[in-house]
């Protein structure tokens, strides 16, 4: 196996021609290994079997990493011609438990494995030629053809990982050992665990865009967070420490249990590890393609819910908040340990990356610091589910790898595995899985009397509340100026000589015009009658970001993610209280404004003129009213008589500016003249609203 | 009565300070005229009777007339301050029977005739200082400030005649005779009526914007229509030429009776005209203070449906085609008898305008040509709806003066009364009411073998339609270039040297490309799926013209008419054959075709790849496709399945273009580049949506 060691290649550094020949060094190696690790089932029929009822079949993995190549290669128009269009559908799709994900069998009629294996030497030279002539400049980044490769390279590691699990779910008697690397031969009772302390930091999540190693998009962006001193086990939990935690009854008490755990377990009837098989008496462990004496000093391999489970067991039973630890926690321990990434180490300072066996090892045998296998050996579970760091931007030549994952139901594994190698073996890598979902990954536990916030960063979905965040928030798209912005310069302009502290926004919205007034008044209360939308604008007070998804046609759509701070606007934000709140029925403490601001309000009011014939009330003396409103009233969120205009009355037309001055006039003065302003409601990416609103400014009489 | 003879202004010749005492005197001649109506009233307790069930007390027409004036000089922004709010909210409207008319008494607090009384001569001054302080300049056109003064005086001539009517209503012993000038007293027998023939022609109505007196609205325009031959009777029916018709059963046999006027015949239980008074023997006739032995040979007053009835039953006597005449044959019968029009008489030709008699005449009386009453004596029924001619535009100072008559029912009366003063009493008066109505109205009848057709020209108020319309037709409120005209102009520049006889475009919609296209290739079919819009350009292109309503705010509106010939779009309109068809289930017929269009169809088929894999059967060889898509796809309208694209497939997107390409490419090559066009949808004077459509060109393969 030496000859086939590689590691990931630096994108930034070298020489175009020699940097070609080692990016075709890279996949020829890819390439070899992946069909290496075939050559362990015990003969072709086998491929037509399921390692695990939830996977296709294993002869979809033989062609998907081929098909894979070929499919992106035509989306990046660097080939122009299928190979062959039947399999290019076929081996397309079906790797997580996607809706998308079609795995009925009779849907499928599988072809040879000589045609497939057919079917991967064309596609090896179609990807070879490709090397061979695409134009290579250094730096490679997200938009150059050598990208493009280097995903289709690191796709094909991923599942070199991913399908060995899946041989590893086969009958014993359909696969043959000893073709793919040597097993450790380390085998002995588990050594005593410790927690050792780790101090606390601010640390920073996040791969920069000008990273010398080709990612995945999720491991961009930027992310600062705070850790809390907390301990650590020394080592990952070895087969004969998580053994307590089975003959304590572990697999039988629900309380140690999540919910979704216990559902898990109840549903699949589990009585200890997948991997573990047991005569009832002594206990054996599955490898990939053996089966061998367990070693109880070796990482036991579970899901996330066993772990989860393992951790209240103990925490139970001595009284203590064990729980896994969080990505930051991990970072931060990987920080402290000073753990050496893939293109810095001479030799891998843990089992990873194929450098030293092909199995798991014992958890002390690899120390790195204080502690033990911080990377390799086995993954290890967090808490954290997976999402987008702030200022996260899908990559459209794969726009499904990391979305589709952002919903609080992925789970982070960190720091690699013996057969991790490439992308998944730096330190930057984040995969995510289902939390029952089995992979080479066991677990670190962490003592920390920290609470546990999981935030959840899913993509608003909302389609209002998402059309108004680009509205609001986005520039992509816009074709004219920003609505919110254009107020605020306005209000900003006119009242730059009055004093102006206390203002109130009533239609707060997703909050960008709020934003804009903070950077220029101390003090603004913002509005919103829905809870729906008060939380957008919250949630980037608290957390700078939020993300929300706006749709391209049909059932395509676009990933944003707002980031306060690239606006300039996170300034002022601690001036700005957002609250949810019915403007036709205000509380009293909303009163004493200079400033009150009624943006597109009325026009969603159960009663405007109520409303406007109260307004006065809370503007102190020479305070400011401003108006905006496009004055479209509907029956359906406005009674007919509560319209202040745009009827006939007397027989005569009565404007809805008409008829709100004539309320207002009693307690304000109006500043001629009124204007215009468009609002655009961007719907999708051919359908767009213009709302033109009328500005009126008033000032309340003395 | 003399001092008070009066005529309409002429507003274009004279010199300015003459005008405005000539405008003066006619404001002070009217008042008075006005004023005096109501002294026929036996005391002021008669004010807060009712004429009609149907009709406010007479208090409250009093006031209406003064109020109208200030109404209607705020509104021009001739005076700033009411006289009196709730009088000018009270007495505004109430007129006809519109929807909006509160007639439930209880709802009004009606004030004394005094105050009333005060209310108007306060009026009367602020109008005679507007008169005095206004700027007058000449000519007077529609948006002058002498025009609302001419608006207010004209309007208060109609109450006049309207309110005599009412007072006819009244008890005989409520009214008092002999204050309002001279009744006739030639009473005699009915003279024998004859049918004279009239001559066709090609004639023009509506009133030029030039014209030099005041008119309404509803008077201006462009409208050629082709009068056939026919014959008319010589004098308006007599009161004895009906009485055969009562005699005969006609209000007793329903045959003769439209089911409008059985309607009416049976929830009034009227057995003769509303006027006629019988003791079962004698007959005597109420005129508006005073009952007087049956005047047969006086025109008889009735309203359209009894009219109608009458011609039924003459025609089915003598087994020919009696009716009334329309408004075209009206106006041909008056050029043919060369009468002259109010300024140009120096006395009255007719039984008009208050110079002669203050109660209808003698039919036989008035000679004009070789017919009698031509104008004068009553009102004639026609039957004719009254509809805004081709070129319309709403007065905004008066909006709903004309467009809620434009409902097909409200029938056109011509000729003028006695009692018809001002612009009553000119050539081009158009006054309507509802058939069931009572003026002093009488008729003549035509007989004529052509077909009649009344034509309903009402305002399209269908949302999408009109919707569509304004953005096929419309460019008041345009931001961008039209669509349509955009589109047609790329397909003349494109396939200027190609030969394109046959164009099939198949979303007509509202028909402007059809018409675009028309003037440069000879053969269009235009298909729509829908009548509700195809009936639109068939009236284009067979009237000339169509209307709509567009919504500005609320419930406020535009009226838009759009004139074909205005738009230079008239030339190729017979090369154009619009026809309701399935673009989704084309018949046989429609193929061989040198250019089909689908512009913004395929977001609205059931099944857009099944059109998009047969389209080419219907084009020639060599011949064009031209897609325009949005590619809004919705489950609604499309199958998910039918969708060409914008979704995943095999984990790619596939945008909709993409789908299209491929069903496409076995038929066609796509020429490059695609661009984008933006349609935009206005929906109110401050919402619009713009739907950005991709344009793509195709050439069938050989």
Redesign the interface.
């Known amino acids: 196996m030496n000859h086939l060691q590689t590691k990931t290649i630096d994108l930034r550094k070298g020489q175009p021609e020699a940097k070609q020949k080692e990016i075709l060094d890279y996949f020829e190696k890819t390439w070899e290994i992946d069909e290496k690790l075939y050559t362990q089932l015990k003969s072709d029929e086998v491929f037509y079997h399921r390692g695990d009822p939830l996977r296709h079949v294993l002869i979809f993995y033989l062609g998907h990493t081929a098909v894979f190549f070929i ?1 992106k290669l035509l ?1 990046a128009k660097l080939i122009d011609t299928r190979i062959n269009p039947e399999f ?2 076929m081996f ?2 079906g790797v997580d438990e996607m809706s ?1 994900d079609d795995l009925n069998e009779k849907h499928y009629n599988w072809p040879s494995v000589d045609a497939v294996r057919d079917y991967r030497n064309k596609a090896k030279q179609v990807v070879t030629d490709v090397i061979h002539q695409a134009p290579l400049t250094l730096p490679i980044t997200w938009d150059d053809p050598f990208w493009i490769i280097m995903m289709g390279i690191e796709h094909e590691r991923i599942h070199l990982e991913t399908s060995s699990v899946l041989i590893r779910q086969l009958p014993l008697e359909e696969v043959v050992s000893g073709l793919f690397g040597k097993i450790c031969n380390e085998y002995g009772a588990a050594p005593q665990n410790e927690l050792r302390p780790v101090s606390g930091a601010t640390i920073t999540l996040g791969k920069p865009f000008d990273h010398s190693l080709y990612g995945w998009d999720n491991e961009y962006g930027n992310y600062v967070e705070k850790v809390a001193d907390f301990k650590a086990s020394q080592m990952l939990v070895s087969n004969g420490e998580y053994f307590h935690f089975i003959l304590d009854g572990g697999y039988h008490t629900q309380s140690y249990w999540t919910e979704e755990g216990w559902n898990w377990r109840t549903y699949k009837q589990a009585q200890m590890p997948l991997f573990w098989r047991s005569d009832g008496e002594t206990y054996r462990l599955r490898l990939v393609a053996e089966e061998i004496a367990m070693p109880w000093n070796w990482p036991v391999e579970v899901n996330y819910l066993e772990a989860k489970a393992f951790c209240n067991w103990k925490s139970a039973k001595e009284g203590k908040s064990f729980r896994l630890p969080t990505e930051a926690e991990w970072i931060r321990l990987e920080d402290l340990c000073q753990v050496p990434d893939e293109l810095e180490w001479h030799v891998a300072p843990g089992n990873i990356n194929l450098e030293h066996v092909a199995s798991p090892c014992p958890v002390d045998r690899f120390r790195m610091g204080d502690f033990y296998d911080v990377i390799g050996n086995v993954w290890q579970w967090t808490e954290t589910p997976i999402s987008g760091y702030p200022g996260f931007k899908v990559h459209l030549m794969y ?2 790898f990391s979305t589709p994952t952002f919903d609080g139901k992925h789970n982070l594994i960190k720091g690699g595995s013996w057969i991790s190698t490439g992308n998944e073996a730096t330190r930057h890598a984040r995969y995510a899985f289902r939390r029952h979902f089995y992979q080479h990954a066991g677990f670190r536990y962490v003592e920390s009397e920290t609470p546990l916030v999981i935030d959840n960063d899913e993509y608003e979905t909302d389609v209002e509340v998402a059309n108004s965040c680009e509205t609001n928030w986005g520039d992509t798209f816009a074709t004219a100026p920003n609505f919110s912005q254009q107020i605020a310069q306005i209000i900003v302009e006119k009242l730059r000589k009055q004093t102006i502290r206390r203002v109130l926004d009533l239609n707060a919205n997703t909050g960008r015009l709020a934003f804009e007034l903070a950077a220029h008044f101390p003090d603004i209360t913002a509005l919103d009658f829905s809870a729906r939308f008060i939380r957008m604008p919250i949630q980037l007070q608290e957390k700078g970001f939020m993300r929300y998804i706006v749709k ?5 759509v676009f990933y944003r993610d707002v980031v306060l701070s690239s606006t300039e606007l996170d300034k002022g934000k601690n001036n700005i209280l957002f609250m949810q709140a019915d403007a036709n029925n205000l509380k009293a403490i909303y009163s004493g404004y200079d400033l009150i601001i009624v943006s597109n309000l009325l026009e969603e009011l159960r009663n405007p003129v109520l409303f406007l014939q109260h307004i006065h009330e809370r503007v102190n003396e020479q305070g400011w009213l401003i108006i905006t409103s ?4 509907s029956e359906q969120q406005t009674n007919r008589e509560s ?1 202040p ?9 009565v ?2 500016f008409e008829g709100i001055q004539a309320i207002l006039d009693k307690h304000f003065t109006l500043e001629e003249p009124r204007f215009d302003i468009p609002l655009i409601l961007r719907k ?11 500005v009126s400014v008033w000032q309340k009489k003395q």
Chains 1, 2 share one sequence.
Not at 630 to 633: A, F, H, L, N
């Open positions: 499919n989306l290019e559908s397309a799709i998308w726009d499904d391209d046609e049909g059932e395509l496009t004055y479209e009233w319209w205009g745009g009827f006939k009355q007397d027989g005569e037309s404007t809805s999708s990416s051919r359908l767009t609203e213009q709302r033109l609103a009328e």
